[in-house]
């Protein structure tokens, strides 16, 4: 038996981002759990805000932010971002997180992030409550800590990359295949 629900955001678990935004000299971040990819080329991904948030006009100002991913080890600076405003302090201070300079956007990316993706905005979209930012892929900072020296792999598994899920965050779990495994052929 199913439950009925009112209609509501229950598209979980959802990555736990950290967007960075502003520019070399005055950034901030912000956490955002609703984020995703749209399109791979050009490469695109999109961002939820509300505008009453402190990091929404900075965003839309300038038009370009950072969405860096997180890990287990990066849960209480990410929580803390989320919940504390720009407004009121300096999150990179407050968290302990470090700052890593832009390349394809002025704005830093977070220097414990295994993977920081520049974007620039595209457009944005009032939806209501929240305001989607559709975003083009500039340029992705991928940590050398997860490459693998043999091969040139980057092995993002390894980061421990944290999820969020309808109030609460997740480390990542194990591996239950690859793309297109349910009908690989065995090989005899």
Not at 23 to 36: F, Q
Request: glycine share 8%; net charge positive.
């Amino acid at each position: 038996m199913k439950h009925v629900w009112r209609p509501g955001n229950q598209l979980y678990p959802a990555p736990a981002v950290l967007v960075s935004c502003g520019d070399a000299l005055r950034s901030n971040l912000i956490t955002v759990a609703w984020t995703g990819n749209i399109c791979s080329d050009p490469a695109m991904l999109s961002i939820s805000v509300r505008p009453e948030r402190y990091s929404y006009d900075i965003i839309k100002r300038n038009m370009q932010f950072t969405a860096n991913l997180t890990t287990s080890a990066m849960a209480r600076a990410t929580d803390l971002c989320g919940v504390r405003s720009g407004r009121d302090c300096d999150k990179w201070q407050l968290s302990g997180l470090h700052p890593y300079p832009g390349v394809a956007v002025e704005c830093p990316a977070v220097d414990e992030s295994p993977l920081s993706i520049e974007c620039a905005v595209k457009s944005i979209i009032e939806l209501g409550t929240h305001h989607l930012f559709i975003a083009e892929v500039l340029n992705v900072l991928a940590d050398d800590r997860y490459m693998d020296a043999k091969t040139g792999k980057f092995e993002l598994e390894k980061a421990g990359l944290m999820s969020y899920s309808h109030g609460a965050y997740f480390a990542q779990g194990n591996k239950l295949g690859t793309f297109g495994f349910s009908v690989k052929k065995n090989k005899k």
